[in-house]
């Protein structure tokens, strides 16, 4: 534990006592507790870092020299002999314990005499193991021979166990470390540097000569009764093993005949101590092999062990879900026979309608079932990832990974939502120094910058406080407002004042960012200025330059503690009127360029502003698939699951979507990977840029003689055909390779091109230089000649920056040697100019890709096309959570969004339908897209089928003819297969049949709403060039009361399901009163019908509480459509008379006299 100290340790379980017998110059350190002014010392602190001054209570005398720290354990109680302590009387001496601790000389005065009387009362301790007293070693400190538990065993039994025995402590089943002096055995870690002492091991009594000549054998006997003590006995706890002289049984002079090990007396008192252990049924550990050898092999092995494994579903759960699948095929073949088959001929154009919207709706079923035929689970093993990169005494080989923050609008977007996020990023259980984080502010506002700075300021004592008591979440509003026992599995007693010190001081912290979003709301007319008096360059949010901002990461920024922070950086991208901006998508690709300069980590993690990190170990989850050597280099990002807080109990919008999450995205897990949801995902870098996958060497097929090389009908010519129309394709394949063979020397040469023109002065001059690149392969091959001269394209497919040009080419990442970054936030500034993307590949097959407001499903159908993989990774405890929209208009706004994005994808030529056919693409992945795309357009025909019912309620027709017993049978079969599928799928999955509802029911709601409006908005976008810009979803930055929850906001989105819903609502009420007036016999056919009804109204009823508000007041813009819709009914109802009798004769009236 310490480098040179004195003492005993004692700890739980331990029979370490600490009595009143102790005389007063010893001074006790309890490592758990310490005054309220000290410094804490926890598991993981180093005594070093404590302050020694005159008014410390610890204090050390002059002679204890603290030569290394290591860390303390809790509960160990540590104490220390003041160097002033004189030795025991020779009485104690006589009585058999060796003593020590005095720098008195070798003729004792009366004063020495009267200090020794306190210790008289001194009682030597017995070993558990022999029974006898364990003394002292040669420095008179007594013996201790584990240094991690302190089970008291005396020095021969310690030696005897080490040699053998299992070599471990009886208590704590620790490894005993050799003490300075002792035998050495098997398995011994080296000294770290200290002098051997093999000859002291067995210091058998000889007459040393001094320079003088002086024969020093009495100085060496007196040494080892403890009147002569040059040195105190050297102890460490975890990084030297604890030493001592091994020498005689204590009290007599050492024999090498006796006393040796294999001497009699050695035998007779091994012998005696088998002969106790058997007695207290202790187990002989003689032949067990070495424990600490074991423990280091199972590491190494366990090392060398998968980061994941695949959990496939259980057969008895996947296996029925298949078979009712296949048979609804069938029961849905045979239905459609009959539907087809049987027109219903007295309301053919409602029957017509009918089978049209089934037969789609059975199309969206298979594009959306049949990508769930292989979900698997995935488990991911942090402990053998710490293993292989982080081994004690080696440089951490964890991969650096880039973090990206987005934000638009901070009035929408509350600038403490975005400073929790950024507080949870520079708190994750990460090395610090391969953590950045970039914040893109596409607002160029003034405030979210002065919050960074703010909370810049926060996080270097919010930091060091998360990873101290290593607190959940870590973001600090969620933190302290959780609603659970914050000291459960905290034993630290400091944990509770430092805990109410750092949320006061967030409250301040909080009170000073809503002070500053106070002060934004207002804008001067002369516009913003900045502290030091100059004018904020984004007063005009749509013509400023390009800005970036350092927060953490530089010299002098540390936290509280003195430790490394996470690099903080803002990011505002120049927006010039004439440039086409795009969205979300060009702020991200302005990341990765800025990014690749500054610190070009080789794994960029992209999470939304309101999407904080849940999870402190998410990333190193992450890394478990994209450092495996086998998956990752196939990788192209890995997606976690969205959870959400602050969602009512009931979720009644569906707004955790845990169908998708936990269904649909398990089940994209098991053929190609997830799709890109745009937030909570690690990409590799290498796939943003276009690049493709590493293909794997296959072996060469077979050959055989047994027929002309000519005949291409042979037994091994199968192929040839389709090899000879490859290579007839221009040798891309063989283009392909080169490139990618060449692209490591083409990395070797820029670092030495780098540095050779490391310092350039100004911004004009590149750090790289593409000509000198081109001409440094002049020594290769043509093949590698040709491929390496083709980076020439560079600058027309990445754009006019050499240096970003040249981080691409460093597949590990990092930045070259010998870097300056002054120049380097230069070049930022020029890769995030309006400009730099034209005629580049940006945006069409670089980074994220345009088109579409959903950029995140465009850029992920890209990467799947070229080959590449992906990984769905869902940890026990969710490694992010998000605000979702509480009140309806919202979340129908934010479904708006999401649909109008599929329609221009669709509307593309980038759907999935007719895009990527030559590629990688597997066609249950192709399936995927294609629902992703399609699905807006089912409104239509839900739109329709839920007008229906009403429809035959008013008009008295159905679009089903009687039914035969046969056709019976086929629609029940058809009912209990939905159901049958439905149960089978929650069973599998483990969602809830709750959360499978809801799902259904904003299913409908969103279907004849927010999708309707989708597929008409994105015919005028793409056809009638009509933009239409999106709304950013507002996040709330209260919301634990759900106040939102019923607050209704008024949109074009709620009139056609309002329609609907009073539409059937009247038809039900027609359909019961027409029911009434005819009679016994019209009650059967009534019943189809109001099923039907009930149906769609059953769907819709979460609209409609949503429409009634709180405390069932009905919003004046509902009566008024009501009470619209309530008139134009009554005027059909009146046209269509139901309770009028019918005549079955015939109508005098048209007949006339003659008749």
Known sequence: MFGRQRGCVGGEGSDTQISSDYPSHLRLFDSN????????VGRNQHLTNIPITKASPFSFPPSLEIASAEPIRDPEIFFFLDSSVPAPPPAMAA?????????????????????????????PKICRVCGDEIGYNEKGEQFVACTECGFPVCQPCYEYERSDGGQCCPQCNTRYKRHKGCPRVAGDEEDGGEADDFEDEFPIKKAQIDETGRDNANDDQSEMNGENNPT????????APPSSHAGSVVGKDFDAEKDAPGGAEWKERVEKWKARQEKKGLPNNDDKPNDHEEEDDYLMAEARQPLWRKVPISSSKI?????????????????????????????????????????????????DQFPKWFPINRETYLDRLSLRFEREGEPNRLAPVDVFVSTVDPLKEPPLITANTVLSILAVDYPVDKVSCYVSDDGASMLLFDSLAETAEFARRWVPFCKKFNVEPRAPEFYFSQKMDYLKDKVQPTFVKERRAMKREYEEFKVRINALVAKAQKKPEEGWVMQDGTPWPGNNTRDHPGMIQVYLGSEGALDVEGKELPRLVYVSREKRPGYQHHKKAGAMNALVRVSAVLTNAPFMLNLDCDHYINNSKAVREAMCFLMDPQLGKKLCYVQFPQRFDGIDRHDRYANRNVVFFDINMRGLDGIQGPVYVGTGCVF????????DPPVSQKRPKMTCDCWPSWCCCCCCGGGSRKAKKKAGRGGGAVFEAGAHNGKKKAMAMNKQLHSKKAGYSSSSSPLFDLEQIEEGFEGYDELEKSSLMSQKNFEKRFGQSPVFIASTLMEEGGLPQGTNPNTLIKEAIHVISCGYEEKTEWGKEIGWIYGSVTEDILTGFKMHCRGWKSVYCIPERPAFKGSAPINLSDRLHQVLRWALGSVEIFLSRHCPLWYGYGGKLKW??????????????TSIPLLAYCTIPAVCLLTGKFIIPTLTNLASIWFMALFLSIIATGVLELRWSGVSIQDWWRNEQFWVIGGVSAHLFAVFQGFLKVLGGVDTNFTVTAKAAEDSDFGELYLFKWTTLLIPPTTLLILNMVGVVAGVSDAINNGYNSWGPLFGKLFFAFWVIVHLYPFLKGLMGRQNRT??????????????????WVRIDPFLPKQTGPILRQCGIEC
């Open 924 to 937: 249950l992945e192709r399936f995927a897209y294609t629902s992703t795309i399609v699905y807006p357009f």
């Open 95 to 123: 009585s058999g314990f060796v003593t020590g601790g005095s720098h008195l000389g070798r003729h004792e005065d009366d004063q020495g005499k009267q200090q020794l009387s306190g210790r008289q009362s001194w009682r």
């Open 319 to 367: 296996n029925p879900y298949r078979i009712v699948i296949v048979l609804r095929l069938v029961i849905l073949a045979f239905f459609f026979r009959f539907r087809i088959l049987t027109p219903a001929e007295d309301a053919y154009p409602l029957w017509l309608i009918s089978v049209i919207c089934e037969i789609w709706f059975a199309l969206s079923w298979i594009l």
């Open 1115 to 1132: 919003p004046t813009i509902v009566v008024l459509w009501s009470v619209l819709l309530a008139s134009i009914f009554s005027l059909l």
């Open 33 to 40: 507790l310490r005054p309220s002014n000290s410094p804490a």
């Open 684 to 691: 590799n870098r290498q796939a943003l840029y276009g690049y």
């Open 232 to 239: 105190l006995w050297q102890r460490n706890n975890i990084a």
